[in-house]
């Protein structure tokens, strides 16, 4: 993935509208890789620095965002701690404000509002958060979230080869 300036990276987030604010000096490159389907958005990218980052999901997909690589980074969703076994899903409109102290790499999937809808409303909590559009914290386990990393992962190193018929919903 080829390196890009700041504000390049800020215009090529997919599925919501973003802010960045680098709070420090860049550490790092910033890179963002995409790989489109016919319903879901696969983003891998490496945030060069510090940064707070204001956004708005579209009303049309939720997102579920997570580390790609382990960091020591420190990184909060609405005040709420980030670890590096926890997935944040957005919910579709829903506002966010996300913190982290130095560089790190994520990766999203974009879903559809309504694969979201009809698989994950058996749990209370987050049918509460998704009704008022504030971001819900999926604690994973460590075999579930390094399934997760590495089907994305596949998906991601099939598009760069021209084939992209992977998926990741059975993560």
């Not at 580390?67 to 709420?80: C, K, L, P, V, Y």
Request: net charge neutral; with cysteine; hydrophobic share 40%.
């Amino acid at each position: 993935m080829t390196p890009m300036l700041f504000d390049q990276y800020c215009r090529a987030v997919k599925q919501a509208r973003v802010s960045f604010v680098l709070t420090k000096r860049e550490e790092s490159p910033w890179w963002l890789g995409v790989v489109s389907g016919p319903s879901t958005v696969l983003q891998f990218g490496s945030d060069g620095g510090a940064s707070v980052v204001h956004g708005t999901v579209l009303d049309d997909s939720c997102i579920l965002i997570g580390r790609h690589r382990s960091s020591a980074a420190f990184i909060t969703i609405n005040g709420e701690v980030v670890t590096s076994q926890t997935f944040v899903l957005l919910p579709p409109g829903g506002h966010f404000v996300f913190s982290a102290d130095r560089s790190r790499t994520w990766f999203a999937i974009s879903l559809p509002r309504a694969t979201v809808e009809a698989h994950c409303f058996t749990n209370n909590d987050l049918k509460i958060r998704w009704t008022e559009r504030r971001p819900y914290l999926l604690p994973l386990t460590l075999d579930q979230t390094t399934e997760l990393v590495a089907r994305a992962e596949r998906m991601h190193a099939l598009s760069t080869e021209g084939s992209c018929s992977a998926s990741i919903e059975a993560a």
